[in-house]
């Protein structure tokens, strides 16, 4: 009864497998896209800052990398959905075989054609692209001279001896280590926290941005530029151990405030020489 009533309405009884199908196997490849487009985002990032800044100490912090991550997903499976939800002419077609209109056909005006749904295709991806290109090219530029902002094109400069006050905080274990510089016209600028991306000289100079930042506070101590550590006892516990701890350290300006046991005595305890004997006579 059922594949009679199929036949006579022109629906096809495999349309609900296809249709998972479609889904799974559109899913698994926007999947595919967003990994791709993540690896792409990584390699361009790399190659983008030591082509502009290799001649030079100095590090990007990536303002829009991790976000353009999720928009670029959201474009993608966006294309999966206007392919999986949005009729087309010839659905419309296939589903009004074998109806007359007293039994409700649907009018193929409201529905798209493939050429259409092509061009909703290739406007999404070149999205997904525009997104790409602005994530790469939207930056922080750290060098021992100072701190420069970038879109595309720099867009404001400024120099370390321009910063009228800086702070360093562990808000939270999350993020880690913060270091805030306040610029004279009250721009500020964190250097530590964000996707980085280092050049060449940078690496053979520098551990990590952490020991930048940890000779970068003498420079700011040198000229007298006031500074402000926050939440120092969660610092400690986050980075006490870690290899960047030396760095973290100093920076947060931690000191030992219980001496060793050895020490204590020897300041407490004044040595005391043995009584000089007597020479002893000679026998007669």
């Known amino acids: 009864m059922n594949r ?8 096809k009884p495999d349309k609900k497998k296809k249709g998972c199908l479609f889904l799974i196997v559109g899913s698994l490849l926007a999947l595919l896209a967003t990994g791709l487009y993540v690896l792409c985002v990584s390699l361009l990032t790399g190659v983008i800052i030591e082509a502009r800044h290799g001649g030079g100490v100095a590090y990007a912090l990536m303002d829009l990398v991790t976000p353009s991550y999720g928009v670029a997903m959201l474009l993608l499976y ?20 074998g109806l007359s209109p007293m039994l409700g056909q649907k009018d193929t005006n409201q529905a798209l054609s493939h050429k259409t749904l092509w061009l909703i295709t290739a406007g999404m991806l070149t999205a997904v692209v525009i997104t790409g290109a602005v994530a790469v090219n939207t930056y922080r530029l750290v060098t021992p001279h100072g701190v420069r902002s970038y879109f595309f094109v720099e867009t404001a400069s400024y120099e370390w001896k321009q910063v009228s006050s800086y702070t360093i905080d562990c808000e939270n274990e ?19 926290q964000g996707v980085n991306s280092t050049t060449e000289a940078f690496d053979e100079a520098y551990t990590s941005v952490t020991h930048f930042a940890s000779d970068l506070d003498d420079e700011m101590m040198a000229l007298q530029v006031p500074r402000n550590v926050r939440h120092m006892e969660r610092a400690v516990k986050v980075y006490r151990g870690h290899k960047l701890w030396p760095y973290v350290e100093k920076l947060i300006g931690y000191v030992e405030l219980n001496p060793l046991p050895d020490e204590t005595v020897a300041e407490t305890e004044p040595a005391t020489s043995a009584p000089e004997s007597e020479p002893s006579e000679p026998n007669a």
């Open 78 to 97: 966006g294309i999966l959905a206007v392919w999986f939800f949005t009729p087309t002419e010839e659905d419309v077609k296939k589903q009004n075989r």
């Open 4 to 11: 009679m009533l199929n036949d006579r309405f022109g629906k």
């Open 174 to 192: 999350e993020d880690g280590l913060s270091v805030t510089f306040t610029m004279r016209d009250g721009k500020k600028y964190e250097i530590l």
